[in-house]
C-alpha cells in the first residue's frame, strides 16, 4: 500500500475531533510536502533517512516543514497501529528548529515597552483588550472568548475555559483553551480595574472583551483598528505580533522571578503530560503571580 493509498483510507481518522485551523495545516503540509515527496512510496519501504531527506527538501519555515511532519508522522503511526508497519519511523527523524528558537525572549516586550504600547493605543476597548494580552498572557482567541463567569474578583484570577478558533468562510468555532484543558490567569490590580468596568452591567455568559460597538474582537480587527504598523514603530519592533504579548508575560514572570513551572501553567504552553503533572501542584500559580506582576507593572492603564 502507498501512502496515498493510506491517505484516501485514514484520513477521516486522522482529522476527526481535531480543530478546524489543524486540520487545514494538516491538508496544506500533505497536499504541498508530504505527497510530492513521498505520496507514491509504499509505507512498508519508508525509513528514517528518507525522511529526514523529505525534510531537507521541503520550503518554507521550520514551523511549516513541523506542520507537514506532524501530518506524516500521524499517518505512519496509524499504519504502525494497523500492523502495516514496524514502527513509525517519524519519531527518529530529525526535526526542523527554528532559526533563531533560543531568541523567544527578544520578542518580548520589557515593562518599559508595554507602558509605550499602553499609551500609543487611545483610551478604549482595543486598549483594554491588548492590556489583558499582556497583564495575563491569554491567547487572542482565549481573551475574544472570555466570559464574565470566568472572572474571579474574589480570588484575583482568571479562568480560561475556552477560544474561537477560525472555522474557515470568516466563522469562528468556540472550543476549549489550545491544551484541552482549562487552567487560570493571573488578575494584577492594573487590569482588575478594567475588567471590573467591562463587566459593569454584563450577565454570566457575556464576553468581557468587545469591539466599540459590541462586536466580536480578533487579531485583524484590532491590527487595523490600532494602527499595528504605527506601534511598530513607535516601539522600533517591525516585526512585532499580537502573539508576542504572551512572550511579554513570561519573560516578566521570570524577570519578577516567578518559578518556571508556574509560568508554565500559566500560560499553558506544556504539553498535556506536564500539564497534568503540574495541575494540583501548580493550582495557585495564578495567584502567586499577582504579586509579581503588581510589583512589576505598577502603572495605570488608564491615564487621568
Known amino acids: 500500500m502507498t501512502l496515498n493509498n493510506w491517505k484516501e483510507r485514514h484520513w477521516a481518522t486522522l482529522v476527526e475531533g481535531v480543530r478546524p485551523a489543524t486540520e487545514a495545516a494538516y491538508e496544506r503540509g500533505w497536499r504541498l510536502r508530504v505527497q510530492p515527496w513521498l505520496g507514491h512510496r509504499k509505507l512498508e519501504s519508508l525509513g528514517v533517512t528518507d525522511i529526514d531527506d523529505a525534510i531537507a527538501g521541503w520550503s518554507g519555515s521550520a514551523s511549516t516543514r513541523n506542520d507537514a511532519l506532524a501530518v506524516l508522522s500521524r499517518l505512519l503511526e496509524g499504519a504502525a497501529r494497523a500492523g502495516i508497519i514496524a514502527a513509525n519511523p517519524v519519531r527518529l527523524a530529525r526535526r526542523p528548529r527554528q532559526e533563531g528558537a533560543g531568541e523567544v525572549r527578544s520578542r518580548a516586550l520589557t515593562a ?9 493605543v487611545p483610551d478604549g476597548p482595543h486598549r483594554d483588550y491588548l492590556a489583558a494580552l499582556v497583564y495575563t498572557g491569554m491567547r487572542a482567541g482565549e481573551a475574544s472568548a472570555l466570559r464574565v463567569g470566568d472572572v474571579d474578583l474574589d480570588h484575583g484570577v482568571i479562568h480560561v475555559r475556552r477560544t474561537f478558533s477560525p472555522a474557515g468562510g470568516g466563522r469562528v468555532q468556540e472550543q476549549t483553551p489550545k491544551s484541552h484543558k482549562e487552567r487560570s490567569v493571573p488578575l494584577p490590580s492594573s487590569l482588575r480595574s478594567v475588567v471590573i468596568r467591562r463587566i459593569e452591567g454584563l450577565g454570566r455568559n457575556d464576553l468581557v472583551f468587545t469591539g466599540p460597538n459590541g462586536g466580536r474582537l480578533n487579531t ?24 508576542d504579548l504572551r512572550h511579554t508575560l513570561a519573560t516578566l514572570l ?29 493550582s495557585d500559580a495564578a495567584l502567586r503571580a499577582n504579586g509579581a506582576l503588581n510589583r512589576l507593572l505598577d502603572f495605570p492603564i488608564h491615564q487621568d
Not at 228 to 235: F, K, M, Y
Request: aromatic content about 8%.
Open 112 to 120: 518599559a515597552e508595554v507602558k509605550v504600547m499602553l499609551e500609543f
Open 220 to 243: 485583524s480587527n484590532v491590527r487595523r483598528a490600532v494602527e499595528w504598523e504605527g506601534l511598530r514603530t513607535q516601539l522600533d519592533r517591525p516585526d512585532f505580533r499580537i502573539h
Open 254 to 282: 521570570f524577570d519578577a522571578g516567578a518559578a518556571a513551572n508556574d509560568v508554565q501553567a500559566i500560560l499553558g504552553h506544556s504539553s498535556m503530560q506536564v500539564t497534568e503533572r503540574y495541575s494540583r501542584a501548580r
